[in-house]
Nanobody, 124 residues
């Protein structure tokens, strides 16, 4: 089992930045690909970014490309999402997820473990 805990969410003005963290426990996640998803009120959960187990491969949703950066520190069992130039449409609950495979995936059902989420609000 893998437990994931997100942190770093909050309220920020449009154009601002936040850095989300996802701390894993239970098993080392160094052999897991990791992803970030988000869900806004009344909308389906959507893919944001994903990273391979080694960190050598990343994938981003078109809506965040160039503004968000996913990274990982396997020694700390932690994955990060640096979010810059935030827009009101980025407002959502952000979830961290882990999958028992090496490559990053964009579909939620490919992931085996999920955190509880952290709220991000970008005000206009």
């Amino acid at each position: 089992q893998v437990q994931l805990v997100e942190s770093g969410g909050g309220l920020v003005q449009a154009g601002g930045s936040l850095r989300l963290s996802c701390a894993a426990s239970g098993r080392t996640v160094s052999s897991y690909a990791m992803g970030w998803f988000r869900q806004a009120p009344g909308k389906e959960r959507e893919f944001v970014a994903a990273i391979s187990w080694s960190g050598g491969s990343t994938v981003y949703a078109d809506s965040v490309k160039g503004r968000f950066t996913i990274s990982r520190d396997n020694a700390k069992n932690t994955v990060y999402l640096q979010m810059n130039s935030l827009k009101p449409e980025d407002t959502a609950v952000y979830y961290c997820a882990a999958r028992g495979g090496s490559s990053p995936r964009v579909r939620a059902y490919d992931y085996d473990y999920w955190g509880q989420g952290t709220q991000v609000t970008a005000s206009s």
